[in-house]
Each structure stands twice: as C-alpha cells, then as structure tokens.
C-alpha cells in the first residue's frame, strides 16, 4: 500500500514538473510612497539612497555660514590703527 | 589633473604666506584677489556641486556633500601641518613670527575641522542612519580637534611670550601625532567611515568638483591664515609693550 501511494505522488510530482510556474505580479510601488530617483525608482538598485536634499542643503549653507562667520569674526578681532606717538 | 598638482597648491600657498609674513608690500594687497577668487569659486561650487556633478551611484544626491565635506577635513590637516612646521621652526630658531603663524594655522585648523566634521555627521545622518557612531576615524578625528583646542587653550594658560611659545610648539608636535593617526585609521582598523578613494575609482565630473572645492577652500585657509597671523603679532606687540610686573615690596623691618 505504501509503495503504491509513494509511486503514485512521484508520478504525480512528475507529471507536474513541467507546468509553468505561477505568474508572479510585479510589486506595485504606491505613488505616494515611492520616492524620488533621478533616474526613476525602477531603475535603482538595492540600497540606494534616494533624497536626502535637506542635508544637503544644510551641509552647503553651513559650509558658506561657517566662511562669512570666521572672515566676520577675524574683521572683528583686526588690529587697531597704532595711534601717532608725539613724543 | 597630475599627483603632484595639489601639492604644488599647497607649496604655492605656503609661499605665499611666507610672502606675506616677510614681505611687507605684499601684506597689503595679495590677499585680497584671492579672497576674491574665494569667493567667486565658493558660488561656483554652489552651482557644479548641487547641479553639475552626477548623483552618486548608491549614495545618489547625498553623495554632494562630500564636494564640502572632504575638503573641509583636507583644509584642517594642510593647517595642522602648517603648524608643526611652525612649531617646529621655533624650536630651532626663536622667533615670535613662526609662533604666531603657528597660533593662526592651529585656529582655522580647528574651524575647517570643526566644520568637516559637522558636515560628516550631516552625511553620516541619512547615509549611515545615525548622525554619529563610534567609529575608528570619527574618534581620531575628535580628540585631534580636542588636541589642537588644548593647544590653543594652553596658550593662554601663561602671561610670558617665550614660554607660552616654547610650551605650545611641543604641544604642537605632540598633538600632531594624531594626524597620521586619523588618516590611517580606516585602514588601520574596521571603520564604518569608507577608506580614502582615488582619482581612478571616481567619475572624472566628481573628480572636479572636488578639485574644485579643495582650491576654494585652499584660497580661505590662506586669507584666514595671514589675516588671523596680523592679530596674533598685533596681540604679541600689544604684550611686548606691556610694563614688566613690580616686584613684589620687601616688607619694612
């Protein structure tokens, strides 16, 4: 009895080996929630970074921040004009 | 661009800082063309760091701020090795000018470091997912900041010029210790920051942006440095005339 019901699912896995796979739907990125890509998110890879333009902007503006605020702080701290000594 | 290209920079910016400090006609004018030029390359890097340059392969558009974050970090470790230089100088031959050049590099040292890092930790935010970790290259890089604020703090510890000059260019040689240090770090051990990259591994658009920034800020590290060299002989000056102390009275018998 065993090796008919072992003989019939071996014919059977057999039979059904050659069946085309079940179709598998491509997953569907909501728009709202697919981020932005430059060049699409179809065409980014796994472990891309996508945005991220607020750091940045905060790095650049830091950056010239940081240039006006050291020149400003050094116009502050120039040398003052020796006056004349008369004697 | 050829290797040996930015280290000409540097060698033509030390000299021209050496012209500054030896050469008085050139005190009064050379650094204004060049903190013009600063200028107009610092908007210009505005424009080919955000727009120009290609978003990077994985890091996408974060990846620009590395055009003003690297050569932040390059600035501050050009300064530091000003100021070994300096201090070094001083120790053979006493002079307050290599003090007071030394004084200069190590503060906008410091500020480019600072800034470099900061910029880092606002990189490291959406590229590492914390703004801060506890990595080989990040804690060299800190307690070479904290080294170089100790030696400007220490400065101000002692009243007499030739003391505080001798005292701080040791500081200085010692604080540079961890320069190579910090440099070596992500090879040396496993770091979450990436290892230095090269010319070849790069898009050549990148390659120039980031030229680009470095020259940018290779034109500030000059006129900071000169500008902040006049306050420190101005404040070396000032002490110089200073009345020597009173001796402290006998008391009457």
Redesign the interface.
Known sequence: MKTLVAASVLFAGLALADLPAAEQKPEVVPEAAAPK??QGIENA?A???????E??Y???T???L??LG??TS?FF???KAQPERTS | MPPFVPLTLFALVVAAIIAHVAVPSVRGWLWKPIAGLGAFMLVALWYLGLVWAPPEQFMSDVGRILYVHVPHVWMALLAFTLNVGCAVAYLMKKSFVTDALAESAAEVGVYFGAVGVTMGSIWARPTWGVWWDWDPRLISTTVMLLAYVGYLALRSFTEDPERRATWSAVAAILSYVSLPIVWFSVRWWNSLHQVQSSPSTVDKPMVQVLRWGAITLLCFLYVFIVKRYQIARSRQTAAMELPPLEAPRPEAA
């Not at chain 1, 472990?47 to 333009?53: D, L, M, N, Q």
């Open positions: 890509h430059p890879g472990g891309v970074i996508s945005g991220g333009w750091y940045v905060a790095a650049y830091l950056g010239t940081g240039v050291f020149a050094l701290r120039r040398p």
